[in-house]
């Protein structure tokens, strides 16, 4: 049976050296991190990610500031707001929740924030000195960092061993396989068109899982002793829960515990580190200000 590794657990720890660090700041030099959130429209997973942002920095003495724009607000006005974040000095991190309507082209807005609040990491300048050896981004992009966190605190080297990512986004799938690539691992995308996904996930040491499809990766397509990463939140309908469903990952959990060496369940696993990770590189961020 794999070791299930309890991403809730290590958030924990994590948060407590975050708490730390922003107390210190606190006491040298009288200043507190802040991270701004940015939100276009009212999708509901979009304001329920800010408000668990929200909530986690309110426990960790970090400020945080709203911006709640309309759903028809103009690009124009967007870019406006960004700027006026980058040049407020108690903001150390800016978070611009993805998607954007429409009518908004995400790569501009994106491209607009200050490279040393990208928090999130998606400035395309950040993300290009990502995928280049030798170059170090200001800011890695929080869910990938948060996987290779959690192999690294469980254990698992990935020098050297065969990595393979399931998804190809760019809030997931392509970062984590440049982090990947950036840790000396030998990286494979697997994505929508890939023939036979099963015998490449079958030959890795690492599976990162970020492709948004409930249970797709079954037990026999994971290779024993594996390192199992979920990224996956699906909701499934589930008519003995109250709210009617229940989120299951990417991964068969039940079928591939019995076969890696360590797996994350969801929830439980990668998520509450998101937001952890978030928290830290806006410390990191505030740190590099304020010093
Ligand atoms: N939407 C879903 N995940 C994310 C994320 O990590 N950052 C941003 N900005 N938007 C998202």
Known sequence: MATVIDGKAVAQIIRSEIA??????SQKYGKVPGLAVVIVGNRKDSQSYAGMKRKACAELGIKSFDVDLPEQVSQAELIKQVHELNVNPDVHGILVQLPLPKHINEEKVLTEISLEKDVDGFHPLNIGKLAMKGRDPLFLPCTPKACIELLQRSGVS??????VVVGRSNIVG????????????????VHSHTSQPESIIHEADIVIAAAGQPMMIKGNWIKPGAAVIDVGTNAVDDPTKKSGYRLVGDVDFEEASKVAGWITPVPGGVGPMTVTTLLKNTVEGAKRYIE
């Open 20 to 25: 730390d660090e922003v107390r210190l700041l």
């Open 158 to 163: 990935i020098k050297g061993k065969k990595a």
């Open 174 to 189: 392509l970062p984590a396989s440049l982090l990947l690539l950036k840790a000396d691992a030998t990286v494979t995308i």
